[in-house]
C-alpha cells in the first residue's frame, strides 16, 4: 500500500474517530445538564463529568489536528469537468495541478510539446502480465491562494423525508467558503448549479463515463459491461443521488465544475482545501503582524540614548572587529559602507528597521558579508543595505494605508506577498531571509554589469525587474524561492551599461 493510500485511510479512521468522539462529548455533556436541573448541590459527580469533558474536548482536539496535518499533506481526486476525465492533485505545498487522463492497453506516446509536466502510470488494480497505463498531460497549475471561493451543494436524503432535518444534520450539510471574507461555514447554496454551471445534460453518459474511468478498466477497452442493462434511468436516479459536485472560483474569475464519485468525496476535496487557505489565512495574519512591526521600526528613529538601539550598532561591531573595541564614530563605520565615521546619521531614512537588517545579515550570513567587503566593491556595503530595506518597502507597496486592508484584499494576494507568505510558513525570519537574497542579487547584477559608483539606480532598476520575474514564477516554498532566486542568477545575461551621470541616494534622499 502506498504512502497515499495509507493517508486516506487514517483520514477515514480520524474522522469516525472525531465523530465517535463528540458523540461521548455530547453525553457527558448530557449528564452534566441532568445535574444542573436537578438543583442539588455540586458533588464528586459533577466534579469527575467536568474534568471527563475537558479530557474528551483535548483528546478531540489532537484528533483534529492529526485531520488537520494529514490534510495539509495533500491529496488526488478524480473528477470529471464534461467529457474529460480530471486528476485533480493538491500537495502539501498548497499548489493545485489538474491533469488531463487518458487509459490504455498499450504504452502510450507522449508528443514531444506535451512533455513537459506529463506521465504515464499504470493503473495499480489492473493485471500485472496486461497492465491498463494511464497518461497523464498537464493542464494548469495554479497556487491555493488565487482560490476566491469554493463551494459545494448537495441533496441531502432527510430533505427526500417529510421530517424536517435536525440543526446537527443541517449543519452537516454547509459548506466552506473562501474569498471576500474569512473563512467560514455558509449554508449551501442550491442554486450555484443552476443553468450556467450545470453539468452536461447527458447525466446517464456522463456517469457511464465516469464510472468506465474510474471503476471499470474493462469496459474502457470494448469488454463486455456487467451494467449494460440497466437502464437509462436507473443511471440517472443513481447519478442525481450519489455524485458530488464542487465549484472552484480563481481571483481572474475564471469557474469550473467538477463531479466528484460521492458527496463524501466532494466534502473531503472541500474540507482539504479549507484547510489549506486557513493555513494561508493564519500565516498572513501572522505576516501581517509582523509587517505592521517593521513599518513601526522604520518610523523610530535611532536614538543615541537608547541603550537598545546602541546594543545593535555594538553587536554589529563584536561581530565585524572582535580584537578592537566599541567606538560610537570611527573610520572602521566608513569601512563597513556607511557614508560618515558616524553611522547614526545614515539611518534617518528606514529608521531602526534599515540597522536591524544590517544586524541580522551580519550575525546570520557573517561568512557572505565578510567574502564582500573584501573584495572592495565599488559600492558602500552599509548604505546598499538600507536602501534594500527601502525596496522591499517599495515593491511590497507597504504604506500606513495598505496596512489597513484585510487579509482577503489585493495587498495581501500580490505576488511578492504570496513569496514572503510562502517563505514564513517555514521561518519566522521570512523577511530577513528575503532582504538577504534580495542583498546577493544586487551584489550579483552590480559585478556582471561591472557596475560603477555612479550606477547604483541602474542596478537599482534592473534588480527590481528581476524581482518582479522572480515573483510572477509563483514559488511556493521557502526552498523554492531561493531556488527562483539562483536560477535567476544564473540564466540572466546582464550586459554592462554605460555609466550614467547618478548618484547614490539613501532613502533619505542624501547624495552619497
Not at 491555493?144 to 450539510?173: D, G
Not at 507597504?398 to 504570496?418: D, G, V
Amino acid at each position: 500500500m502506498d504512502q497515499l493510500s495509507k493517508r486516506r485511510e487514517r483520514k477515514e479512521f480520524l474522522k469516525k474517530e472525531i465523530d465517535r468522539q463528540r458523540q461521548l462529548i455530547q453525553e457527558e455533556d448530557f449528564k452534566l445538564m441532568k445535574l444542573d436541573e436537578s438543583g442539588n448541590p455540586p458533588d464528586n459527580h459533577q466534579e469527575q463529568y467536568e474534568n471527563k469533558l475537558i479530557d474528551l474536548n483535548k483528546e478531540l482536539n489532537i484528533l483534529k489536528q492529526e485531520l488537520e496535518d494529514h490534510r495539509l499533506l495533500g491529496d488526488k481526486f478524480y473528477v470529471l469537468h464534461g467529457e474529460d476525465s480530471i486528476l485533480i492533485e493538491i500537495d502539501e505545498s498548497s499548489v493545485i495541478t489538474f491533469y488531463h487522463c487518458e487509459q490504455s492497453r498499450e504504452l502510450p506516446m507522449i508528443p514531444m510539446e506535451k512533455c513537459n509536466g506529463s506521465r504515464i502510470q499504470i493503473i495499480e488494480d489492473s493485471d500485472i502480465d496486461n497492465p491498463i497505463y494511464e497518461l497523464h498531460t498537464i493542464l494548469s497549475t495554479k497556487p491555493i491562494h488565487q482560490l476566491f471561493s469554493v463551494k459545494t451543494n448537495f441533496e441531502s436524503t432527510l430533505l427526500n423525508n417529510n421530517s424536517k432535518p435536525s440543526l446537527f444534520e443541517r449543519v452537516k450539510q454547509n459548506t466552506w467558503s473562501l474569498g471576500i471574507s474569512p473563512l467560514r461555514r455558509t449554508t449551501s447554496d442550491p442554486t450555484i448549479f443552476g443553468e450556467r454551471f450545470s453539468p452536461p445534460k447527458s447525466i446517464s453518459f456522463f456517469m457511464e463515463k465516469y464510472n468506465t474511468f474510474k471503476n471499470s478498466s474493462k469496459d474502457l477497452l470494448g469488454q463486455n459491461n456487467n451494467n449494460q442493462n440497466i437502464e437509462v434511468k436507473e443511471v440517472e436516479e443513481n447519478m442525481v443521488e450519489n455524485n458530488g459536485k464542487i465549484l472552484l472560483t480563481w481571483n481572474n474569475k475564471e469557474t469550473s465544475v467538477y463531479i466528484l464519485k460521492s458527496h463524501n468525496e466532494s466534502l473531503e476535496l472541500l474540507e482539504l482545501l479549507g484547510s489549506h487557505i486557513d493555513r494561508l489565512k493564519k500565516v498572513t495574519a501572522r505576516q501581517s503582524q509582523q509587517i505592521k512591526l517593521f513599518n513601526q521600526q522604520k518610523q523610530t528613529s535611532y536614538d543615541s540614548n537608547n541603550a537598545e538601539h546602541e546594543g545593535y550598532l555594538q553587536e554589529i561591531w563584536t561581530l565585524l572587529y572582535p580584537d578592537q573595541e566599541f567606538q560610537k564614530k570611527s573610520p572602521n563605520w566608513k569601512q563597513f559602507g556607511f557614508q560618515s565615521e558616524d553611522p547614526t546619521r545614515d539611518f534617518r531614512g528606514m529608521g531602526m528597521l534599515g540597522l536591524f537588517n544590517l544586524t541580522y545579515l551580519v550575525r546570520n550570513h557573517r561568512d557572505w558579508v565578510d567574502s564582500i567587503l573584501k573584495q572592495d566593491r565599488d559600492y558602500p556595503f552599509a548604505v546598499a543595505g538600507i536602501n534594500i530595506s527601502n525596496l522591499l518597502f517599495e515593491i511590497f507597496n507597504i504604506t500606513e494605508e495598505s496596512l489597513q486592508q484585510p487579509w482577503y484584499s489585493s495587498f495581501w494576494s500580490s505576488s511578492f506577498m504570496a513569496m514572503l507568505c510562502a517563505m514564513s510558513r517555514e521561518s519566522d525570519h521570512a523577511f530577513e531571509e528575503l532582504y538577504f537574497l534580495v542583498f546577493k542579487l544586487m551584489d550579483h547584477i552590480w559585478t556582471e554589469m561591472n557596475a560603477t559608483y555612479m550606477q547604483f539606480p541602474v542596478v537599482t532598476k534592473k534588480l527590481k525587474s528581476l524581482l518582479s520575474e522572480i515573483s510572477q514564477l509563483s514559488p511556493n516554498s521557502f526552498d523554492e524561492v531561493r531556488a527562483k532566486f539562483d536560477l535567476i542568477m544564473i540564466s540572466n545575461i546582464i550586459t554592462p551599461t554605460p555609466s550614467p551621470r547618478n548618484h547614490l541616494q539613501t532613502p533619505n534622499n542624501q547624495i552619497v
